[in-house]
């Protein structure tokens, strides 16, 4: 495709030349706000030049949290009155890779093919360009390989960052250059990771009670991490928040949950579906893994890794699927 090599001073100018109609938002590094001392957190923020951007690590966490913010006020209310909060005209300008533009695929699937359109996402998601990071090599514990989510040609342009200069290659017109060296380019993309998964076609019956799911009851502490970091969980629970100034006003949230914490399955009445984190964990990997796929024909998980990244009992969904493997050829599946 045509492309463009820029020199940093040329790509500030382009990017302020977008930013006239996009709010840029992309992986940035927030020092000493991990989750540990003296560690670092890379969150999707909104950015406004090429610094501010990290290229070269992948983020604790995915563009999800600009898609389906993690707490996201749906309407305010009084007795009698209600409204929703005003959305933004500009369109947004997504920096991501390959796995998070087929995450998102996954989140149109649950928020607008799957019976009732939700109308808040579709605000935001019609909004939404994708500018690809590329990957020149794979990062720990990726596996975006074995779930074919290594390459995609779903992006309206794509960053390559040189030593000296910026290479972008422009699929969508709204994105040519507007100075540097013409160039043809395609972007690059992994053909490998070290971390890699065999994913049973079918299922014995029998997996829902085999043994192999005891060991996470021992090991999982219920923290949701690994749902948090995922781009592709779309679960949440809804809060109404009454403020203290009038009791009678307040607004109702909706804000991310997860099935693998405690209380998620909770009932009227007592009753919880799910009471063991061994229950938890099979849930999870089989919704990944086998459930959506038997609904829109493809799996769930993209690959990008970042449950096995973030798990504080190194607990590894990976590990957890090739289990599921050998138990399934056992079983003669
Ligand atoms: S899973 Fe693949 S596409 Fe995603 S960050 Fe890792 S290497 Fe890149
Ligand atoms: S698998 Fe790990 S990250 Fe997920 S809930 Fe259990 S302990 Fe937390």
Redo the contacts with the bound molecule.
């Keep these: 495709m045509v492309g463009y090599r820029m020199t940093k001073t040329q790509f500030g100018q382009y990017l302020e030349h977008l930013k006239a109609r996009y709010v840029l938002f992309a992986p940035v590094v927030l020092q000493g706000k991990g989750s540990f001392t003296d560690t670092d957190s890379l969150r999707y923020q909104e950015v406004s030049t090429l610094q501010e951007i990290e290229f070269k690590q992948k983020s604790h966490f995915s563009a999800r949290e600009v898609l389906l913010p993690i707490t996201q006020t749906l309407f305010y209310f009084t007795e009698d009155h209600w409204l929703e909060p005003k959305v933004e005209d500009k369109k947004i300008l997504l920096f991501v890779r390959s796995c998070d533009i087929h995450a998102v695929k996954r989140l149109d699937e649950i928020y607008l093919r799957n019976g009732r359109e939700d109308r808040y996402y579709k605000a935001m998601r019609e909004k939404i360009h994708f500018c690809l990071m590329e990957c020149s090599a794979s990062f720990p514990n990726c596996f975006c390989v074995s779930m074919n989510t290594n390459h995609t040609t779903d992006y309206d342009w794509f960053i390559r960052p040189e030593d000296e200069t910026v290479v972008i290659g422009a699929k969508h017109e709204d994105f040519a250059g507007y100075s540097g060296e013409t160039v043809i380019v395609e972007p690059q993309f992994v053909t490998s990771n070290e971390t890699q998964l065999a994913v049973p076609e079918q299922l014995p019956a029998s997996i829902v009670t085999a043994g192999m799911w005891q060991e996470y009851s021992s090991r ?7 749902s948090f970091v995922c781009p592709t969980c779309t679960c949440f629970s809804m809060q109404d928040i009454f403020y203290q100034d009038n009791a009678n006003a307040g607004e109702r949230r909706r804000v991310w949950a997860s099935c ?1 914490v405690d209380g998620f399955t909770d009932m009227a009445g007592g009753h919880a579906f799910r009471k063991s ?1 061994a229950d938890r ?1 099979r849930f999870r990997v089989m919704h990944k893994f086998y459930d959506y796929k038997k609904r829109f024909g493809y799996h769930m998980c993209v690959g990008c890794g970042r ?1 096995d990244d ?4 190194y ?1 590894s969904t990976a590990n957890c699927v090739n289990k599921i493997n050998t138990y399934s050829k056992e079983a003669g599946q």
């Design positions: 999982c502490i219920g923290c949701g991490r690994c693998m984190q964990m449950c973030i798990c504080p009992e607990i």
